[in-house]
Nanobody
């Protein structure tokens, strides 16, 4: 059994910042990497970024590169998604996920565990 607990979503204006947190427990805490995805109404869930527990290697989608930053605290089994320069297009439910060492870390199939999601709304 494992759980991912997300927090930090909310309503902000264009250009503002938000930080999302995701804490892993149980089996999710022993996975290789953590990922963030987002899903806007009527759209498919899309990859945002990923970070490895060991080494901290990160990878971002082109749409957030340079604006979003992933970090982690191994002792707290928590990963953070710092989102800066937010745009209305960033509005979505953001999901934290935990997975293994898949070659395609941008695929939802690479992740075994998912959080409940947290809403991020960016007003224009």
């Amino acid at each position: 059994q494992g759980q991912l607990a997300e927090s930090g979503g909310g309503l902000v204006q264009t250009g503002d910042s938000l930080r999302l947190s995701c804490t892993a427990s149980g089996r999710t805490a022993s996975t290789v990497r953590m990922g963030w995805f987002r899903q806007a109404p009527g759209k498919e869930r899309e990859f945002v970024g990923s970070i490895r527990w060991l080494g901290g290697n990160t990878y971002y989608s082109d749409s957030v590169k340079g604006r979003f930053t992933l970090s982690k605290d191994n002792a707290k089994k928590t990963v953070y998604l710092q989102m800066n320069s937010l745009k209305p297009d960033d509005t979505a439910v953001y999901y934290c996920a935990a997975g293994g060492a898949s070659a395609d870390l941008t695929s939802i199939r690479a992740y075994n565990y998912w959080g409940q999601g947290t809403q991020v709304t960016v007003s224009s």
